[in-house]
Structures are given as structure tokens and as C-alpha cells.
């Protein structure tokens, strides 16, 4: 099992950038995928991208792909999401998501762990 505590959400103006982070506990957390997904209020939480454990694999919304970038450290359980050229529509909160199992990345419903999420609001 791991845990996971995200961080780095804030407010910022339309093509700003933040640089989210995804704390993991747990001494396997080298052998699980890693994922962000966005939920807007109201709305169901979308993928965003995925990193699979050896960080060797990467995978984007078509919607981020140029503008957002995965990276993980196994060394220290940490996953990042850096939001390049901000916008209004990528506001929601980000959830960092750990998988075991098999499944698309691209469905929420595979993935077996969930942080609380931060608040990313953008400005127009």
C-alpha cells in the first residue's frame, strides 16, 4: 500500500507556471505507475499524464501534452507535474494516483491510490 500527500497547487495568472508534488510512502512505491488527474467542479477527474515505474514511459492528455511534463524520483518517492503556459481551463484540483494493477492509465477507475488533491486555479 502507499500513501500519497500532494502539494505545489496555487493561484496564478493564464501562462503562468506551477510545479505540482506527489509525496509517497510506502517502500515499494519504485514498483507502481504514477498519474495526475484533474477534476473540475462538477466534472469527473480527467488524465492528465502517467509515468510508469521505471520513468522510462511517459503519457499525456492530448489537451497538455507541449505545456505539462511527468517526471518522477524512486530515490526520494516523489512525483512532479510541472504546468507550463497555464490556462483557464486547466483549473480544477490535481490528484496524484498510484497503480499496481493492469488497466488504461487514461481511466480513473484503474487506479488503485488516491492523494486529497490540491486547488491549481488560473486566471484569465
Known amino acids: 500500500q502507499v500513501q500519497l500527500v500532494e502539494s505545489g497547487g496555487g493561484l496564478v495568472q493564464a501562462g503562468g507556471s506551477l510545479r505540482l508534488s506527489c509525496a509517497a510512502s510506502g517502500r515499494t512505491f519504485s514498483s507502481y505507475d504514477m498519474g495526475w488527474f484533474r477534476q473540475a467542479p462538477g466534472k469527473e477527474r480527467e488524465f492528465r499524464a502517467a509515468?510508469?515505474?521505471?520513468?522510462?514511459?511517459?503519457y499525456y492528455a492530448n489537451s497538455v501534452k507541449g505545456r505539462f511534463t511527468i517526471s518522477r524520483d524512486n530515490a526520494k518517492n516523489m512525483v512532479y507535474l510541472q504546468l507550463n503556459s497555464l490556462k483557464p481551463e486547466d483549473t480544477g484540483v490535481y490528484f496524484c494516483?498510484?497503480?499496481?494493477?493492469?488497466?488504461?492509465?487514461?481511466?480513473?477507475?484503474?487506479?488503485?491510490?488516491w492523494g486529497q488533491g490540491t486547488q491549481v486555479t488560473v486566471s484569465s
Open positions: 494516483a498510484a497503480k499496481e494493477t493492469l488497466g488504461s492509465y487514461y481511466n480513473a477507475y484503474n487506479w488503485d491510490y
Open positions: 509515468i510508469n515505474w521505471r520513468g522510462d514511459n511517459l
